[in-house]
C-alpha cells in the first residue's frame, strides 16, 4: 500500500461532546498514533451528541496538539452570516497556526432549515453565495454596499484561505463541489461504486467549469481493526443488518450491499488490502476514519482500534 496516505480521524466516543477535554484527548492520542488529522461534523438538536459549533470545540482542541490538523466534515454555510463565518474561520486559523481544513455542506434536514427560518431550496445558492463573501473577505477586501462595507481581521495564516473541501451527496451536490475547483469529500455512507460514480460526476463537473481536479481525494469510512475474530464478526453482524436496509431504500441496485462495499472491518492485513484498493482505484489521498454505526461496541475497544488501524496503515 502507498504510504502516502493521509489518515485522519473523527472521535470514538461521542459521549458529552461539549466537554473540550474529552474531544481533546481523543485528539490526542490519535495525534500520538500518528494521525494526520482531526475532524468534526455539526449536529444540531441531537441529543447527547450534538455539536452546533464544531469550530469552538477544535478551538480547544487546538491547545491541546501540536501538530494534528483540525477539519469540520460539514460546516454548514447555509445557516450562517458569511462576514460572521469568516471571522470565526479566520480566528481559529490563527489559534491553531494554520492547522485548519474547512469542509462545508448544505445541510439535509427539513426540521433544520424550518428551526433557522432558512429556505431549504435556496441551499445550494446561499451556499455558494455564503463562500464567495467568505474568500473575498479572507483576501482582505472591503466587503458589503455602503456605508456598510468593511474588511475583517484577523486574516487567516493560511494564504489565501484554509483549504475548502465540500461534503456532497446526490449528484447536484457533487457537480456544485466541481463546479466550486473544491475536493469533494465522501460520506461514509456511499457504497464503493457509488464514490466511484461520485468521483467521476465530481470531476467531469470540474473540466465543465473550466477548473483542475484537485489532487485531493478524501473520503470518510466506517473502520473496525481488531485480531479478536469474535469482536470482528461480531461488529461484521451488526453492520451487515444494516447494510440489508440500506440495500432495501436504493432502488437501482442491481446486487446486495454488503459491509464490505462502505466499510473497513477486519483483522489487519484485510484492513491493509481494503484501504489499498481504495489507492489503487480511486486515488483516494485521506481516509478518514469514523466509528459511524458500529454500536455495541465499548469505547476502550474503539480506540483500541483507531491504535491498530494507524500502526496497520501507517506502517
Not at 101 to 106: A, K, P, Q, V
Not at 157 to 166: A, D, E, F, L, R
Request: aromatic share 6%.
Amino acid at each position: 500500500m502507498d504510504s502516502s496516505l493521509h489518515l485522519g480521524l473523527t472521535p470514538w466516543s461521542l459521549r458529552d461532546t461539549h466537554t473540550a477535554q474529552i474531544l481533546g484527548e481523543q485528539a490526542q492520542f490519535g495525534e500520538a498514533c500518528g494521525y494526520e488529522s482531526f475532524w468534526l461534523p455539526e449536529h444540531h438538536f441531537t441529543s447527547g451528541s450534538a455539536i452546533p459549533d464544531p469550530l469552538m470545540l477544535l478551538a480547544a482542541v487546538a491547545a491541546m496538539t501540536t501538530k494534528l490538523r483540525l477539519g469540520t466534515t460539514s460546516y454548514l454555510l447555509p445557516l450562517r452570516q458569511p462576514l460572521l463565518a469568516a471571522e470565526q474561520v479566520a480566528v481559529l486559523d490563527q489559534l491553531s497556526a494554520g492547522r485548519l481544513t474547512l469542509g462545508i455542506g448544505r445541510g439535509y434536514a427539513p426540521e433544520l432549515f424550518s428551526t433557522f427560518g432558512v429556505d431549504r431550496s435556496r441551499k445550494r445558492k446561499l451556499l455558494k453565495n455564503c463562500l464567495d463573501i467568505m474568500q473575498r473577505a479572507w483576501a482582505g477586501q472591503v466587503v458589503g454596499d455602503e456605508p456598510g462595507a468593511t474588511a475583517i481581521s484577523p486574516l487567516p495564516v493560511q494564504k489565501p484561505h484554509p483549504p475548502i473541501w465540500v461534503a456532497a451527496f446526490g449528484p447536484l451536490a457533487l457537480k456544485q463541489a466541481g463546479s466550486l475547483g473544491c475536493p469533494y469529500l465522501a460520506s461514509p455512507g456511499e457504497t464503493f461504486d457509488r464514490l466511484r460514480g461520485n468521483l467521476s460526476i465530481h470531476r467531469e463537473a470540474c473540466e465543465g467549469a473550466g477548473l483542475p481536479i484537485p489532487s485531493e481525494v478524501p473520503i470518510m469510512r466506517t473502520v473496525f481493526c481488531s485480531r479478536n475474530r469474535s469482536e470482528i464478526e461480531g461488529v461484521r453482524s451488526r453492520l451487515n443488518e444494516q447494510a440489508a436496509q440500506m440495500a432495501r431504500e436504493v432502488d437501482d441496485r442491481q446486487t446486495p450491499i454488503t459491509v464490505d462495499d462502505w466499510a473497513l472491518i477486519g483483522e489487519p492485513a484485510f484492513i491493509r488490502d481494503m484501504a489499498a484498493r481504495y489507492q489503487a482505484e480511486l486515488d483516494v489521498t485521506h481516509l478518514v476514519v469514523t466509528r459511524l454505526r458500529i454500536g455495541g461496541v465499548a469505547s476502550e475497544t474503539l480506540k483500541q482500534s483507531v491504535a491498530l488501524t494507524a500502526e496497520t496503515l501507517l506502517a
